[in-house]
């Protein structure tokens, strides 16, 4: 029997031990271990530590700040998937009280909504959550630094904020509802809020002497869905086949997609550096491929998990130290090792089971926005997708909505409707998407094109 370990080329095992061995021994970190995931499983783990057969496993247990951030997104967003609110809503609708402002849920979850990057002092991180116990002494005098939506400034008071929301509308604390929708449904059972043996210390590392001194681990009280969650590389493994692969027990595709989807306003540095927002999730643009995850840090620790969701490889690092290893520099370089030394075998093409309905096959083949070519296809998944006949220009797959319109799932055509007009004996006459008219013809002077077509038709230069 083929052991998961056993999937992987064996040099393919050894470009990534050497790349966290590497991690390790310039970050000067006390500790470092990984995991790599294909397929929705776990292929390969590592570790490396200063202490000599005492390397961690997949099992033990890291501090990995921010990356709870991404576990509380998705409280939220099965809060709005039940209707119990929307990304649009003020967050003073369900919450008031607290200083916020007109900042809306989703500009929370994306950081956008203009409130401090960090509570007053001292630093909350490092010292005991019992120093904030009301939401008014995590967010200050001055919560609000920006104007909301107009920018990307990262809040961790924000995620404080969206916990509270998540525990007023579930009347429970936060942590139950995170135990009870997202770890027990997904198997993530060494994901706890407070450490649990076999567990990692955290430790500052002298910048100038190779000497140690031991971080506190705090109860980050109110903070607590920024950044309180003890995590493995086994259950953030798992965790990162969800954010890749999905499981509607826990989030819809639908809503999983979005949270993938940049939200916040880019800034230029982030514009030229390639890293944009989400919803509770960056994106990173990396060796030529987009990843998806989060990062965090805590006083000790360092985490990383990213998913290259077009190669179906992610990759998890962990280290328990305060800084050293760049955790996602290496857990990109992870994604890169298997993804280009074994690339994704496609899935076999396989036509649609059943068979199509006439009036949608009608519909499939070329047409013209102009004089510019498009492609209409009927895809064995259901969906049709529109885009050009060649070079780059704007696409979509569109999902019907059963009354023979379609609505556009991403990009420019993203929730807008495209709809087929027939003439009065039947036949389809052109397609209507958002007021632009795709035709058989370029300017066919038989569809209503916007500004009407020469009568005199086409023309040569003489």
Request: net charge negative.
């Amino acid at each position: 029997m083929t052991t998961a370990q056993e999937e992987l080329l064996p040099g393919t095992r050894r470009a990534l031990l050497h790349r966290i061995a590497v991690a390790q021994a310039e970050g000067r970190a006390p500790s470092l271990v990984a995991a790599v995931v294909r397929g929705g499983r776990t292929v390969w783990t590592g570790a490396r530590t200063s202490v000599e057969g005492q390397a961690p496993d997949e099992n033990v247990q890291y501090r990995i700040g921010s990356i709870t951030k991404t576990f509380t997104a998705v409280l939220v967003l099965r809060l709005r998937d039940e209707g119990a609110l929307a990304l649009s809503d003020p967050l003073e609708r369900h919450l008031p009280g607290t200083g916020a402002g007109g900042a809306t849920v989703a500009q929370l979850l994306a950081h956008s909504a203009g409130l401090a990057a960090e509570t007053p002092g001292p630093w909350w991180e490092r010292t005991p959550g019992s120093l904030r116990p009301d939401l008014a002494d995590v967010l200050g005098e001055r919560p609000l630094v920006h104007l909301a939506g107009r920018r990307f400034h990262y809040s961790n008071t924000g995620y404080a904020l969206l916990g509270a929301l998540v525990e007023k509308l579930r009347g429970a604390p936060w942590e139950e509802v995170l135990r009870r929708e997202v770890l027990e449904p997904l198997g993530l059972r060494r994901t706890t809020v407070h450490a649990e043996a076999p567990h990692a210390g955290g430790w500052a590392v002298h910048p100038w002497a190779d000497v140690m001194l031991p971080e506190p681990l705090e109860d980050l009280g109110l903070m607590a869905p920024a950044g309180q969650l003890w995590s493995t590389a086994a259950d953030l493994a798992r965790f990162a086949a969800f954010l890749s692969g999905g499981d509607e027990r826990v989030l819809s595709d639908e809503s999983l997609r979005e949270m993938r989807t940049p939200a916040a306003p880019a800034e230029a540095a982030d514009v030229t550096s390639g890293y944009a927002y989400c919803l509770g999730l960056e994106v990173r643009h990396q060796h030529g491929r987009s990843l998806v995850g989060h990062t965090g840090s805590l006083p000790g620790f360092l985490a990383c998990l990213t998913a290259g969701v077009a190669d179906d490889v992610s990759a998890v690092v962990l280290a328990n130290c305060t800084s050293g290893p760049a955790p996602f520099t290496v857990a990109a370089d992870l994604v890169r090792i298997v993804a280009e030394a074994e690339p994704r075998i496609p899935a076999p093409w396989q036509p649609l089971r059943e068979t199509p309905d006439p009036a949608v096959l009608e519909l499939v083949g070329q047409w013209y926005w102009g004089t510019a070519a498009f492609a209409l296809r009927l895809r064995a998944d259901g969906l049709v997708s529109l885009g050009p006949l060649s070079g780059n220009g704007r696409r979509s797959r569109f999902r019907p909505q059963g009354d023979g319109t379609w609505v556009g799932l991403e990009g420019y055509y993203a929730g807008e409707v495209l709809r087929p007009v027939r003439r009065p004996d039947g036949a389809v006459s052109h397609l209507d998407l958002g007021s632009f008219v795709f035709t058989r013809q370029p300017y066919d002077e038989g569809a209503p094109v916007p500004g009407g077509v020469d009568p005199e038709g086409w023309r040569g230069i003489g």
